[in-house]
Structures are given as C-alpha cells and as structure tokens.
C-alpha cells in the first residue's frame, strides 16, 4: 500500500493518543471483577455505546445458562459491526472485558486509572482493556481514513476469559460469531508486547485423584489404612518417574517465557484426612481419603491420550505393587493446544506492520497458559487467529499492573494498519 496511506492512518492515531489513553481509564474504572462478573453491563454499553454513536451496529447477547450466569450477574457480551459497503472480508477484534481480583500489594487505586511516567495503572490496564481501547481506536481511525475499504470490521467485547470463556467467546462461537462467513480473522488483543505475535498456546488437562483408604483410631493407624500413605506413594512416583520425563519432553512450539518450552505439571491442591475439629485440633483419625488436583499442561506434540495415560499408567502401577491401593481419577477440564501457521493472511497482515514501525522483524511467538484463541479454532473453526496488543505479559494479573502510553499507541497503529491491509487485499 503507498505510503501515504500508512502515513494518513498514523497521523490519525497519533491524533488519538488521549483519546486511546482517555478509553483505557474509562474501561479501567468499571470493576468488572471476575469472579463473580461484576460490572459486565455497564462496560458492555460504555463500548456500545460508543461504538454505536460511530456508525456500528451494535448487539448485546448475554450468555444464558452460562456458568455463573444470573440476573445478579448476567454474562453480558457487546459485539459491534460496521460495513464498509463493499464486499470483502471481516476483520474482527475480541478483547474480554473481565479482569481478575485485585490482591494484595498495590500502590496505586487498581480502579483509578492514574497516569504515572507515560503508564496507565489499574486492574485490567494490561490484561486487557488498554487492547480493548487500542482496538477500538485503531478501527475508528481507520474509518475516519475514508480510504477505500472492503468488507467489514468488528470489535467484540466478551466475559468471562479469566474463567474459561464459557459466557463469552464459547458461547458466541457456538452460535456463529466467529465463523466464516460472518467473521475471517481475529485479533485478540491480549498483553503479549507491541513487537510480537501470539499464534497459539500449550495444552490444558485438569484431573482430580483420589485415593481411598478405611478410617481407624489415630493411635491404632495398622487397624486402618492411610488414604494420606497411598497418596504420598503417588507423589512419589510424579517426583521420580513423570518430572524427569516432562522435563526431556520439549517442544518446537515458540512458548514464552523459555522455561515453558515442555512439559510441565503443577500440583494444584492436595486435600486429605477429617481436618481439623471444632477447636482447631485434629481429631485422631486415619485419613480414608486424600484428593490431589494436577493441572498438567501438555505441548503440540503430545496427545492428549498420552498424557492420561501417563498418570493412569502410573496409578495402574501401584494398584498392581501395593497393598489395597484403591483410586478414582476425574477429568476436570482440558483443552488441546492451538498453533496457527504464520502463514495465516492475519499473521502475515500484523508482521507486515511490526517490521515496518519497529525496524525487526516480528517475533512469533506462544502463550504458556491459554485464552479465548483456543474457542475461536474449535467451536468457530477459524484457523486465522492470533493475540496481539500492547502491555507486558509478566504484569497481567499482578498488583500495580500498568501498560505503557506509547505501547498503546503503536499497538493501535499496527491494529489500524494490519486491518488496512486485511481490507484492501494487499494480505489476502
Ligand atoms: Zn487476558
């Protein structure tokens, strides 16, 4: 595209730099705190709203039956189109507009907003509103570019991301919100740095193991026997036969940060025994159950049947060499891992622009844990997706979050430019 083109969009966000920074405190000062969903309506409108005064049409459709869904709580989600009147693609921005409790250790109002040394602070300002207003901005300086456009443009804003996405991005996907031919590439805005592109993220497998042992006198244990015992020989065999075996399993996959680069199991909780009596003391019992929760994250080049079977093999294990080992294995939650191709026409539309601006090439790159790519490819079927946006990954979710001024700026820019091309065909 010539460079006045690429040169007008950018004398229009930089004309917006208030404006971007103005939206990221207005987003910032609804807590739309998740658990349980606070706020999702007000925030749902103050995007509709807006949107719509900008020639979107605008809908709202709440998630109904939605974990966590309530009239107290209604899983409220705004999705915003505007037509260029030509026939062409859809360029869809999604951002999800719940953010995670505050917790401890802040030094600034998490809901305030405040400008300091060229950042925006607050709960959410990295994870993801400042995106959102980035996305927004950079739609509406398209717009106003008048330059010839073709096909569509659409800013979602959903619930419920910091919970599984069940509300949100699930739900519309399943109801055609994120399929061709309403929709052909998504950009998620998360915090993943404005030089780089997020084209997907590990594996997730949650499973709950219980074992089961026969309750007896604490002073008598060898009249019962000790859930607790056969859990620990359990933990035992984690620690010795599947750590050392995640830690070889590594992966092609660009994960950030490094250390993320194979295999990994976190010991979520282990729960075992009667606990402790009404005063605080525990009563003298053997434990007749104990409960661990693995949240094991799993890499594109395993399967998710290898990864059952691990733990199933090594509980099979003991239930064949030890005395009355008894056990209950119970799949909590999973999601394979997503990896776009950075041959994807949005891939190539965002690198096109990093380059050009930053002067390097993009650095392509996948998240540890996942977000809502992974309902887009699935329920949606929709390959060309991706995370890109402003802030500092390492910040999400910590206190004092912040993310800086001109990381929303430039963010915005690459937004406006990468959806230019999507709509004039320069990346088909
Ligand atoms: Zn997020």
Redesign the pocket.
Known sequence: MPATAIDLIHRLVEERREDVVALTQDLVRIPTINPPGDAYVPCAELLGDRLKARGFEVEYVRGHDSPGDTDAYPRTNVIARWESGRPGPCVHFNG?IDVVEVGPGWTTDPFGGEIRDGKVFGRGTC??KGGIAAAVVAAEALIASGLPLAGAIEISGTVD?ETGGYGGVAYLAGRGYFSRPRVDHVIIP?PLNVDRVCLGHRGVWWAEVTTHGRIAHGSMPFLGDSAIRHMTAFLEKLEHELYPRLERKTTAMPVVPAGARQSTLNINSLHGGLGEGHAGFPSAVVAHSCRTVLDRRYLIEESYDEVKGEIVGLLEDLKRHRNDFRYDLKELFHVPPTLTSADQPVVRALAREIERLFGRPAEFICSPGT?DQKHVVRIGNLEDCVAYGPGILDL?HQPDEYVGIDDLVQSTKVMAVAAHHLLTGAVE
Do not use: N
């Open positions: 999800h994870d993801m991301e998360e977000y999400a």
